[in-house]
């Protein structure tokens, strides 16, 4: 069945172009700056990812900036002309003013084109936990919902994605203020690896300090396995910062823990890995209630 209205997010959903092109999907791209260029944003530049953590790397600092509202409106009064209505998928409102800047360019646009409907829905996270959360929704209204079903859908879903993950380097989390710099560097020096979730109000917090890395990645299956609540055709995803071989070993952790279950893996994108730096290991998956 066709859809009867329009699906917009952001850069941080990491969906792979080949589903956004094959959805429909409208994707607005937040921004950063690195080693003297800007990237994303209104100018629209792109930074292969392995370049972009070969930069990190190099110990060039990144600072990042949302989606603002002038940028937002153009695609949402795109399908407003067409005579549909949008549903939009954000960023985490607690790590991202994005989720208001959607929310300040429909509401002015439906003063101008009072028919039209927008919902927002904002994910509470990032990566490709918002990514999961935009293909769910895409199925529902695939399957013939209406954009409200859809709304509170994923009103009710957004708090059913666990978002876990593991840094490898404890310097990116330092310059974001995740962390002072004494704790990161007692941390590098006893190679703590600490493992963190999304909370139920889209923040970042502290699950577990772990020595090793590949003990972290054993643990941050270990907790996936434990917040699990998937039937068997729902996915696992997995997001990395240019660390894939290390993605594909949590892949593989993971069919132990749970069985087969489709799953994709894919680079953590910038605006995100500049939080997390090289190495930022990332798992999601349908969970009870986001804890």
Avoid at 198 to 225: F, W, Y
Wanted: net charge negative; hydrophobic share 40%.
């Amino acid at each position: 069945m066709e859809r009867t209205f329009d699906f917009i997010t952001d850069t941080c959903c990491g969906m792979p172009q080949e589903y956004i092109e094959a959805h429909g999907v409208t994707v607005l791209p937040l921004g950063y700056t690195i080693a003297g260029e800007t990237y994303g944003g209104i100018e629209g530049k792109q930074l292969p990812p392995k370049e972009f953590y070969r930069l990190l790397r190099e110990g060039n600092v990144c600072h990042t900036f949302q989606v603002t509202a002038e940028q937002a409106k153009p695609s949402v009064e795109a399908s407003f002309k067409a005579g549909r209505d949008v549903v939009i998928v954000t960023f985490s409102s607690a790590l991202s003013g994005t989720a208001s800047s959607f929310t300040i360019a429909a509401n002015e646009l439906m003063e101008k084109y009072p028919a039209r409907k927008t919902f927002i829905v904002d994910s509470l996270g990032g990566s490709l936990g918002e990514g999961m959360l935009l293909e769910y929704l895409v199925k529902k209204a695939d399957a013939g919902a209406s954009i409200e079903e859809v709304y509170a859908y994923g009103d009710w879903l957004r708090h059913r994605i666990a978002y876990l993950f593991t840094v490898d380097d404890l310097d990116c989390l330092r310059r974001g203020g995740r962390i002072s710099g004494a704790v990161a560097v007692v941390g590098k020096l006893l190679k703590i690896k600490p493992l963190l979730h999304a909370n139920p109000k889209g923040l970042l917090m502290p699950i577990a300090k772990i020595v090793g890395r590949k003990r972290s990645l054993e643990a941050l299956a270990d907790e996936a396995a434990k917040r699990s609540d998937l039937s068997p055709e729902d996915p696992i995803y997995i997001s990395h910062g240019d660390c894939e071989e290390d993605a594909v070993k949590l892949a593989a952790l993971m069919k132990e823990r749970l069985g087969e279950h489709p799953t994709m893996i894919n680079f953590v994108d910038p605006v995100m890995g500049a939080h997390g730096g090289p190495g930022v290991l990332a798992v999601f998956l349908k969970c009870k209630v986001r804890e």
